[in-house]
């Protein structure tokens, strides 16, 4: 068994996962799995830069995993980042702060990249059930980016667009710095009009339609799941695998779309950082669902950071030096910086 810790860095949240992996079979036993809402993206579809303020939220949360990582004495780390570091002129400047904290270089993934690692996060238990039928759609809404993935037991399609919970609400329910509360019909409509026009364009690349079972990962699905469930507290066993119907997320998006940001904050399950992006994140799933025909979602609480971890336990050990980038992708072990 190696011991491995993996980093989802997104554009609403950063995820850490120390696991116990097995190189032989991808086998992941979870030591400490945690998330922190930085929000990363913060005007990033606006200004085109990581603000400095979402910089210092990321870099906190960067030291605290640090001490996690060590505490547990993972021998191999790997750093992803997606959305927001893609799009932001200053990425530099957040991949050289990581480095200094983390001692590790962050990858900045590319859409196709993730797509990957979110199939293989999500599907992998999937194996062997006969109540889901394949191909499966995978889903991760994420807070800049969307990613479709259609596979069986690999990745048959993927692309990732440029719509999610954080970009969705920045663009169209945010005047002078604050959040719609709660949201006008034409702001709703704007919403609806950018993911039907981002669905168009998935679907030139991934056969939405083929698919026979949804699957939908991040943080927006799961909340509406933990809604839907009736969940007192978040509980990450009762979601996992949850099938919840279509007409229950249709009636939550409703619930969610009227409410003022009190009223959403004031959900049980509702992560204080999610109350203001909610209502966009379950706006994409619906609409996915609708595209597709999907009369339910099936929810996985394993996701790109699973697939991050699994790439890692694959992946051959790298003995001191960080490579030269190569098809294959970076190294997952890395020379740690010496003060």
Known sequence: MTRVAAIDCGT????????DADPATGELVD?????????LGQGVDRTGRLAQEA????????????????????????FVATSASRDAENRDEFVRGVLDILGVEPEVISGDQEAEFSFTGATKELTGRDDLAK?????????????????????????????GCVRMTERHLVRDGVVTDPPAPEQLDAIRADI????????????????RTLVGLAGSVTTVAAIA????????????????PYQRVSA?????????????????????????????GALVLLAIMDRVGAR???????????????????????????????SEGPPTTLRRKTS
């Not at 609403?12 to 696991?19: D, E, G, M, W």
């Not at 399609?157 to 719509?163: F, K, L, T």
């Not at 996985?300 to 336990?313: C, K, V």
């Open 12 to 19: 609403n949240s950063i995820r850490l996962l120390v696991a």
């Open 31 to 39: 030591l400490d799995r945690r998330m922190t809402i930085v929000r």
């Open 252 to 280: 939550i998006v409703d619930r969610l779309t009227r409410a003022t940001h009190d009223e959403r904050a004031a959900i049980p399950v509702m992560h204080p950082g999610r109350a203001d992006v909610i209502a966009s």
């Open 296 to 326: 339910e979602v099936v929810v996985s609480e394993h996701d790109i950071l699973d697939g991050i971890g699994w790439s890692i336990a694959r992946a051959r050990p790298v003995a001191s030096e960080r490579s030269e980038g190569g």
């Open 135 to 163: 191909p499966y759609l995978v889903v991760d809404i994420g807070g800049g980016s969307t990613e479709f993935v259609v596979g069986t037991d690999r990745v048959e399609a993927a692309r990732s667009v440029d719509v």
């Open 196 to 211: 039907e026009s981002a669905l168009d364009l998935a679907e030139r690349t991934v056969p939405l339609k083929e698919a």
């Open 55 to 78: 910089l210092d939220r990321t870099f906190a949360a960067c030291r605290e995993y640090a001490a996690v990582i060590k505490e547990h004495g993972a021998e191999r780390v790997r």
């Open 229 to 244: 469930l009736d969940l007192d507290v978040y509980d990450s066993q009762a979601i996992h695998h949850a099938r919840i």
